[in-house]
């Protein structure tokens, strides 16, 4: 595969907190110009039949792709999977075990902002979730937006879904090293996920970056639609000096909430090696 084709290896559907189904974005994906394509849905693989199917159908490449949650040093990290084998037991297992404590995560959720006089929230959430099984925060903030309580979902992530704030619950996720041989085992890669976001300090993330590669973790995301340009180029040098394959994705979620549309990316800095080139047998 050439080294910098239109990739874009991260985006949600409905399977997790998309608002559109698997078959719309390929669609938009393909009308996007994207040349190698990756639905990667939070902690849920439900939708990767529909989505190889639906790319294969528009003449589209297609690596599997998953968001897996994880706690790290107390804080949430995403690490993306690509390329793995979806009929994986111990994969399809372990995210079952990681989505399960949804359920109560939202009930509580729920039950702290009626505190702070929104109600329903559960309920209303629940309403906005394609996937009962993975509600998740977006949901949440949906409905906050719907009933007029903040103006869009940022307002709702920083007024009340972030730590400290009143509907934000502490929850412990899959460990590092268990989504990082969920993917590998299935043949796949694993990439740390947009790491400009968890704001850890230098020493914090070198621990991150260095379990994740012991592990056998492969990957960074550099170019994602989370980072800003200097950001990008941040985790271009990190990929660099610890030897770590690049990767690419928007990130996209949704036409009106979404900053970055699929396959509108910067494409990667000089100089790294890109993910797709160690996936050339695991495309569909
Ligand atoms: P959860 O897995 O339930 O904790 O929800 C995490 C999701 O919330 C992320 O994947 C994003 O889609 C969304 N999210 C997190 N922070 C923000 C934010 N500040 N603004 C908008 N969406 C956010
Ligand atoms: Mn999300
Ligand atoms: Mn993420
Ligand atoms: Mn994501």
Redesign the pocket.
Known sequence: MTLQINADLHC?STV??GTLEPEVLAARAKANGVELWALTD??EIGGQQRALEAAQAEGLKYLTGV?I?VTFADT?V?IVGLGFDHTNPRMVEGLADTRDG?GP??LEMSNQLAKVGIHGAYEGALKHAGNPKL???????RFLVETGVCRD??E???KY??EGKPGYVE?R?AKLGDAVQWITQGGGIAVIAHPA?YHFSPTVEYALFSEFKQHGGLGVEVVTGSHSSAEALRYADMAREMDLLASRGS?F?SPT?SHVDLGKLPPLPAGLTPVWSQLSDRVH
């Open positions: 949600h997790s907190d939070h902690d968001e949650s949430t995403h949804r995560r939202a509600i998740s925060r977006t949901h949440f903030a979902t940022s709702v992530f920083r879904l972030t929850h996720w976001r990130d979620h909430e």
